[in-house]
């Protein structure tokens, strides 16, 4: 029988995975934001807790990673010094595994307390960029307008690759 996420049970008895959060039922009441691989639980302070307390209920299950993943570039060491790094960032805090780390979905380097992070990574932004072709009803080309053509037909690119799909922007311009 499958067990309720909103029952209380054991943490083996809710078969959690990495990244879903769990709350303690206890006074006062406790939640639990990160679950690393070796089984060890840690709340938004870095306190750790017992997996045997049978009184756990699950809040939220981990999201799937969407199949066009962020990409990162490589981990950096934070030793502290000079200015956090800017934009979106995923971080590697003290009290958990790189795993745990590469799970957690990336945010504003603004919201975190550096004092607790011990490596970051910065989020990659695509290069986005269009491709303007130029012709008539017959024929169309990327090299360059000529004398004959009639429509420019502008197509968006992310990192020098057309964008596919069916809600992709096309805009459609008359030449003079």
């Known amino acids: 029988m499958m067990q ?11 078969n959690l995975q990495v990244g879903d959060v769990v709350k303690m039922l206890s006074d006062p009441p406790r939640e ?9 639980l840690f709340d938004r302070h870095g306190r750790g807790f017992s997996a045997e307390y049978p009184f756990w209920i699950v809040i939220s299950r981990a999201k799937p990673k969407p199949k066009n993943e962020t990409q990162f570039g490589d981990w950096e060491i934070w030793n502290g010094k000079g200015e956090p790094p800017t934009g979106l960032v ?9 795993e745990v780390a590469e799970a957690c979905d ?16 910065r989020v990659i932004e695509p290069v986005r960029g269009e491709v303007v072709m130029t012709g008539h009803l017959k024929h169309f080309n990327a090299g360059g307008q000529m004398s004959n053509d009639t429509h420019s037909v502008t197509l968006p690119t992310i990192d020098g690759k057309l964008v ?6 096309c805009k459609i311009e008359v030449l003079t």
């Open 164 to 169: 596919t799909g069916d809600a992709v922007p």
């Open 106 to 121: 990336p945010m504003s380097s603004d919201i975190f307390i550096w004092e607790k992070i011990i490596a970051f990574r």
């Open 32 to 40: 639990i934001d990160r679950i690393s691989a070796d089984g060890k």
């Open 4 to 14: 309720n996420d909103n029952e209380p049970n054991t943490l083996a008895g809710h």
């Open 90 to 98: 995923q971080v590697h805090c003290r009290n958990e595994t790189r």
